[in-house]
């Protein structure tokens, strides 16, 4: 039974639990084999074999060729190098197209580029939550150096039109990237269905450990790195491997290939039969995100006339998550829930179920009833 230590998870977008396949690959590259890939002796040829396989394994879950996986410490240095990488491997061209629900660890570069003299466009989104092409399209440029969109949005889940954008920006011999943190492993992502140059996987997303993460690049992009140092991954993030960090990427890639159809299946079932039980139970509740355009294991629901941090707070046996942020003197709802044109007393109603491998048909019974006897409770409070 779950209890406030042991709550039934349900925040799978925030992190996952490194699977046990991925755990017994990793182990003796953590015991025995301690070598540095650059090493020329045998545990160092071990050590760069053992990276090598990992590529391979990311580059096969992606559509894409073993020397186009570079990898990081993360999704947020991932997207740095993209996208700083590229700003200035192109300095002739000196504009940015985004999105205006872009995560801190794209937002944030972008940002740190329009300080430095580079334009940045943000293309607005619909009422559902998917960036507007028609709007996208518009504010390419002739000097636009780079497209960065978000493959999944990791509040709503809702999947953006990238490969329809790609499209267009590549014509205006603009380079993409596409975040696709939360999308890898729960959908297809194939980077020649996208049309992208460049891509990010996050480990912590898909089962492997926190700390890892991988960039696709394209053969011939223009990218300069950031970070100064040794040769590896050919220069553009140097630094000894995080071999044992590595293998778990590979082994998580190569799990989700596996099992991705099955997986879809499962928590598409799960999702639709908690979205049902929350409706049948709340009353006026609400779905925040396109209803089909959206990643199989998302639920971003609001709760009507109370607070999601609130209704969180009332059902310790629930581990999730509001999109809003807490700060002193107040709480501000969720920035993705505003741009899609919710007031914001109904967007701080919001809050994001998430599912994943170990979420099971009895823990979204036992979750729905939870959160809803909390919302009731709330809003009897609310009403005396």
Known sequence: ???????????????????????????????????????????????????????????????????????????????????????????????????????????????????????????????????RVEEAASALRDDTALVTLIHAHNETGVLQPVRELAAQARGRGAVVHTDAAQSVGKVPVDVEVLGVDLLTVVGHKLYAPKGVGALYVRQGTPLKPFALGGGQEHGLRPGTENVPYVVGLGAACELAQGRLAQDTAALLELRERLWWRLQAEVPGMRLAGHHTERLPNTLNVRFPGVRGSVVLAGAPEVAASTGSACHEGGETASSVLLAMGLPPEEALGAVRLTLGHGTTAEDVDVAASALARAWRGASGQAGR
């Open 1 to 131: 039974m779950p209890s406030p230590e042991r709550p039934i998870y349900l925040d799978y977008n925030a992190t996952t639990p490194v699977a046990p396949e991925v755990l017994e690959a990793m182990l003796p590259y953590l015991r025995d084999e301690f070598g540095n890939p650059s090493s020329t002796h045998p545990y160092g040829r071990r050590a760069k074999q053992a990276v090598e396989r990992a590529r391979a394994q990311v580059a096969a879950l992606l559509g894409a060729r073993a020397e186009e996986i570079f990898f990081t410490s993360g999704g947020t240095e991932a997207n740095n190098l993209a996208i700083r990488g590229v700003a200035e491997a192109r300095p002739e061209r000196r504009h940015v197209l985004t999105s205006t629900i872009e995560h801190p660890a794209t937002e944030r570069p972008c940002l740190h580029l329009e300080r430095q003299g580079w334009a940045v466009s943000r293309a607005g989104v619909d009422a559902e939550g998917r960036v």
